[in-house]
Structure formats: C-alpha cells, structure tokens
T-cell receptor, first 113, second 114 residues
Framework: AQSVAQPEDQVNVAEGNPLTVKCTYS??????LFWYVQYPNRGLQFLLK??????LVKGSYGFEAEFNKSQTSFHLKKPSALVSDSALYFC???????????FGTGTRLLVSP | DADVTQTPRNRITKTGKRIMLECSQT?????MYWYRQDPGLGLQLIYY???????NKGEISDGYSVSRQAQAKFSLSLESAIPNQTALYFC?????????????FGPGTRLTVL
C-alpha cells in the first residue's frame, strides 16, 4: 500500500530565507504526488503536483517541489519565505493502482519576521 | 474553495445524537470525498463516491454513513455520535477520469461531541 512520511512536525524559518518541507513516499508503481496547504480555519488548498516529466515542479504562491525517484522524496521548497506562508502543509500520494489520496501527517511551517 | 461548501461550519452535540454534515459543490465534479482530520494524524478518508450510484468505504468508515443525493451533494451522517468522533471534517471533490486529478476541499466542519 502507498504511504507518505513527513518527518518534521514543525519547520521554523526566518522571513526571506529559503524553506524546505520534507516528504518521502512509498508506492508500488508510478507515484503521483501532491502538496496541499492549510491556513487556519480553512480547508486544504492545492499547491502543486508531480505526474511525470521534469523533476522540478512549480506551483502556486512561489512554491516548487523537487521529485527524486532514487530517494523517493518530494520536498517542497521556496527560495524566500514570507510570514504569510506560515501554515500546515500536507504531502499526499496516489499510485496507479488506487483511486484515493493518502496524506502525510502534516508539517507546520512557522515563518518569523 | 468557495465552489465547495459545507454546513454547518461548527457543531457541538451530545453523545448518542444523530448528526448530519452536508457538502455541496458547484464545480460539476463527479467524485466526492469525506475526510476527518485529527491533530498529528493528517487526513483520513471516511467515504468516497465516484458518481451518484457509487459509494465506497474509506479507511475509517465505522460509525459513519453517507448519502449521495445528487451529483452536487454528498452528506455524512453520524448515527449515534461518540466523543472520539470529535474532529474536523472535510469534504472534497475531484473531476475524476485520471489518477492525476486534483481534489478540491471545502472549508471544513468542526464537530465536538460531548
């Protein structure tokens, strides 16, 4: 069965610095990977997804993610963090054999001024 | 996403009561999902529906039931609520037809069972 791990419960970064939120996955076939963000009192918002092709995927709000097949990772990145990026981030995976998304436990990003 | 709405947004109820959470969407998507979110556990799938006549159990369906009244409406019921069903509940939709399609989430319903 597919699974996703987000090893960090919280990531702290200063505004203006680059940020990385980590995600590793396990699937039996080709991975289809997603990142979502949840702001306080809001539902999850789609950020980006990897289907195939370029290993660097660009998404909303200046975020990007790097797919690494050999390390089974799909880390979320942003070159310069904003205080407004502070939120809960979820990685999710769906493999070719399943119709559902499996979510990680989430990583809280805290960007300090 | 305003295209996916959930009612109520907050609900406090007592153990043993029947509760219905409703989800409506204007995105025209065939697929709809119910998740619950607990701190430290991420999102867990309760039920999903790929069209009006197709209902499937998710990871944690015990104690829940659903109804797909129309393409745009998908309701979640707790027949006899218990305190460990206190959680944040999300409805989501997707267009379907591909393993790569994206799910879009409603704003959530915060349910407290006393």
């Amino acid at each position: 069965a597919q699974s996703v791990a987000q090893p960090e419960d919280q990531v702290n970064v200063a505004e203006g610095n680059p940020l990385t939120v980590k995600c590793t996955y396990s699937v039996s076939g080709n991975p289809y990977l997603f990142w979502y963000v949840q702001y306080p009192n809001r539902g999850l918002q789609f950020l980006l997804k990897y289907i195939t092709g370029d290993n660097l995927v660009k998404g909303s709000y200046g975020f990007e993610a790097e797919f690494n097949k050999s390390q089974t990772s799909f880390h979320l990145k942003k070159p310069s963090a904003l205080v407004s990026d502070s939120a809960l981030y979820f990685c999710a995976v769906r493999d070719a054999g399943f119709q559902k998304l499996v979510f990680g436990t989430g990583t809280r990003l805290l960007v300090s001024p | 996403d305003a295209d996916v709405t959930q009612t109520p947004r907050n609900r406090i109820t007592k153990t043993g009561k029947r509760i219905m959470l409703e989800c409506s969407q204007t995105k025209g998507h065939d697929r709809m999902y119910w998740y619950r979110q607990d701190p430290g556990l991420g999102l867990q799938l309760i039920y999903y529906s790929f069209d009006v006549k197709d209902i499937n159990k998710g990871e944690i369906s015990d104690g829940y039931s659903v109804s797909r009244q129309a393409q745009a409406k998908f309701s979640l019921s707790l027949e006899s609520a218990i305190p460990n069903q206190t959680a944040l509940y999300f409805c989501a939709t997707s267009e379907g037809g591909s393993y790569t399609d994206t799910q879009y989430f409603g704003p959530g319903t915060r349910l407290t069972v006393l």
